[in-house]
């Protein structure tokens, strides 16, 4: 059973643009999502979280937007850069409990 | 700044061998985890610690163990090694719930 999904497995995007990443989930318990990036052969980085009580949360050029009612979360990019390319994974916990991943989505960005 | 430290960077086994990954944290961080990644998959979860001496499974235990002697490292033992092994494997760590894991760089381990 997939707590956490991410169903685009790629995104390709020109440099410049947006880059929206969604995930979705399904544990109503869910309350600290998370993103990271992952490039080839190294280990996933911290991008950005959220907890829920916010809707909202900025960090530079990355921001990420919860919708609890819909339970959907989404990575945007503004704007995308070529060194940007690279899995992202969302990642949700319950409190007290351990961080559950999606399966990734690789994004290209276009110079 | 090590941050979490695994070795080796890439092995590979026999069928039946064992072998041991290793994953140290200079952080003093509680909590330590061992997840594995499959090619299109996320990150499962193996086995997990929150503090030294307590370790508990996670979402795919079977053929492995682990240990928690210190609060540093968090050694992963792989018995009887099988082709369903073949993965890349990660160590993280956190300071506590509510916080981001930190991770190793990963340990590419292919079984054949």
């Known amino acids: 059973d997939q707590q956490v999904k991410q169903n685009s497995p790629s995104l390709s995007v020109q440099e410049g643009r947006i880059s929206i990443l969604n995930c979705d989930y399904t544990?109503?318990?869910?309350?600290?999502f998370l993103w990271y990036k992952k490039y080839p052969a190294e280990g996933p980085t911290f991008l950005i979280s959220?907890?829920?009580?916010?809707d909202k949360n900025e960090d530079g050029r990355f921001t990420v937007f919860l919708n609890k009612s819909a339970k959907h979360l989404s990575l945007h990019i503004v704007p995308s850069q070529p060194g940007d390319s690279a899995v992202y994974f969302c990642?949700?916990?319950?409190?007290?409990?351990?961080?559950?991943f999606g399966a990734g989505t690789i994004l290209r960005v276009k110079s | 700044n090590a941050g979490v430290t695994q070795t080796p960077k890439f092995r590979i086994l026999k069928i039946g061998q064992s072998m041991t990954l290793q994953c140290t944290q200079d952080?003093?961080?509680?909590?330590m985890y061992w997840y594995r990644q499959d090619p299109g998959m996320g990150l499962k979860l193996i086995y997990y610690?929150?503090?030294?001496?307590?370790?508990d499974k996670g979402e795919v235990p079977n053929g492995y163990n682990v240990s928690r002697s210190t609060t540093e490292d968090f050694p992963l033992r792989l018995e009887l090694a099988a082709p369903s092994q073949t993965s890349v494997y990660f160590c993280?760590?956190?300071?506590?719930?509510?916080?981001?894991?930190?991770f190793g760089s990963g340990t590419r381990l292919t079984v054949v």
């Open positions: 993280a760590s956190r300071p506590g719930t509510g916080n981001g894991y930190t």
């Open positions: 544990n109503s318990m869910f309350d600290y």
């Open positions: 959220i907890s829920s009580i916010k």
């Open positions: 990642a949700a916990e319950a409190y007290g409990n351990k961080l559950v």
């Open positions: 952080m003093n961080h509680n909590y």
């Open positions: 610690s929150v503090g030294a001496g307590i370790t």
